[in-house]
């Protein structure tokens, strides 16, 4: 009995290290078996996001000092930040010549120091409205330009399996959207390389909230048939 509880103590104060050196958080709780490998694995998944983050800043150092990227590890993962003009023309999602020699540096880390986890690729905007480009509105321009990255990404041989796409327009800003600068940080793409342990554990929700409890039907044949 004894010995069970040194254990899960343990477990706490790895699992408390582990959160305060990577940013990411994973829910653990008591009596649930195979925690210690859980936490063993984890480690090992941040380990590999921490080699990967050091490589990008080393290769990505000239557009960091430009404000023009940003990497860092946050709860969902390692998420690399392109300030959209990087990528893009005003109210486009071609992305710009000049932006792909960019994507590469990342690419080249996707496809060696992270190889095997999985890559999400997600669109923002500002608040303000579609006048002249042409879209219907801002979730259509940034699903579009997270599309566009994910075609590139596959198109350097990042394994199409590993990929997914998703634009969420204004409704997930980083600052408000009352200044030119502010609206600036909002207009940005994030690739976000997602750790294995997370997400399996997104995957294992994912299936419980698919799965529904069979139903006790007490209805009669007939109100079965309306």
């Known amino acids: 009995m004894r010995a069970s509880k040194v254990i899960?103590?343990?477990s706490?104060?790895?699992?408390?290290?582990i959160i305060?050196?990577?940013g990411c958080t994973i829910i653990f709780q008591k009596g649930r078996?195979?925690?210690?490998?859980?936490?063993?694995q984890l480690k090992n998944d941040l380990n590999e996001l921490e080699r990967a983050k050091q490589e990008l800043e080393k290769r990505l150092k000239d557009e960091i000092n430009n404000n023009q990227v940003k990497v860092?590890?946050?709860d969902k993962g390692l998420v690399i930040t392109f300030v959209a003009e990087v990528l893009f023309d005003s109210g486009k999602a071609k992305?710009?010549?000049?932006?792909?020699?960019?994507?590469?540096?990342v690419v080249n880390v996707l496809n060696t120091t992270v190889a095997d986890l999985s890559v999400g690729i997600e669109g923002?905007?500002?608040n303000q409205p579609i006048k002249k480009s042409g879209w219907k509105s801002n979730w259509e321009l940034s699903t579009a330009r997270s599309l566009s990255v994910l075609h590139y990404l596959s198109e350097l041989h990042v394994d199409e399996s590993r990929l997914s796409a998703v634009g969420y327009g204004e409704y997930r800003p980083v600052a408000p959207n009352d200044t030119k600068e502010?609206?600036?940080k909002n207009r940005r793409v994030e690739i976000v390389i997602l750790p294995k342990t997370i997400q399996k554990v997104q995957q294992a929700e994912t299936s419980d909230n698919n799965s529904t409890p069979e139903k006790n039907n007490n209805s009669t044949p007939e109100e079965n048939l309306k």
């Open 72 to 74: 860092e590890m946050q």
């Open 20 to 22: 305060g050196l990577s």
């Open 124 to 126: 923002h905007t500002d």
């Open 33 to 40: 078996r195979a925690d210690i490998e859980k936490i063993s």
């Open 12 to 17: 706490i104060l790895a699992m408390a290290v």
């Open 8 to 10: 899960f103590i343990t």
């Open 182 to 184: 502010n609206r600036q």
């Open 95 to 105: 992305l710009r010549q000049s932006s792909l020699p960019k994507l590469a540096k």
